[in-house]
Structures are given as structure tokens and as C-alpha cells.
């Protein structure tokens, strides 16, 4: 494991002291949750941003693609419980 200094100023040093401490944990060990949580954050973003790409260059490929309001009672029906038949790929290109 190695080692890295981070220079904060410090008020954030503080708040980071008392959020900490709120939680019952060492400053170290916020920061590093902290981190973590930040690094998750943006790979979960940068897989999504990947897929939805691809998903872009798929309906471009194709010109197929889905009309919102057939997705969107899709999935409200699918929170409430029911059962909607899954909306249809439609050609968007005229």
C-alpha cells in the first residue's frame, strides 16, 4: 500500500474532522471512504456514458429505435405491478 499526502485547506480539514467523528470513524478512514466512494462514482458514470454510446451507434446503425411514451408506460407499469407487453423497436428514419 502506499502512501499519499493530500493538501486541504483547513476548513475542510475540520469538516472532514467532524463528519468523521459523526460517523464514528478516524478522519483517515473518511477520507478514504470518501475517495472510494468519489472513484466508484465516476467509473459507474463513465460505464454508463460507454453504453449509452453504444447504444447510440446501435440505433443509428440499425434506425431502430424506441418511441418514449411506449418506454415510459412500459415502466410505470412495471413499478405498479402490472404487465405490459415490452414496447417494439420502430424505424425512426423516413
Known amino acids: 500500500m502506499s502512501t499519499t499526502s493530500l493538501k ?45 454510446l453504444a447504444a447510440r451507434a446501435g440505433m443509428l446503425q440499425s434506425g431502430n429505435g424506441y ?7 412500459y415502466i410505470n407499469a412495471r413499478i405498479t405491478g402490472q404487465t405490459l407487453e415490452r414496447p417494439k423497436a420502430k424505424s425512426w428514419q423516413r
Open 67 to 73: 418511441d418514449a411514451e411506449d418506454v415510459r408506460a
Open 8 to 52: 486541504i485547506s483547513d476548513e475542510l480539514k475540520q469538516r472532514a474532522i467532524t463528519a468523521a467523528q459523526q460517523q464514528g470513524l478516524s478522519p483517515h478512514a473518511f477520507m478514504l471512504q470518501a475517495i472510494e466512494q468519489a472513484a466508484l462514482v465516476a467509473e459507474q458514470r463513465s460505464g454508463f456514458v460507454t453504453d449509452a
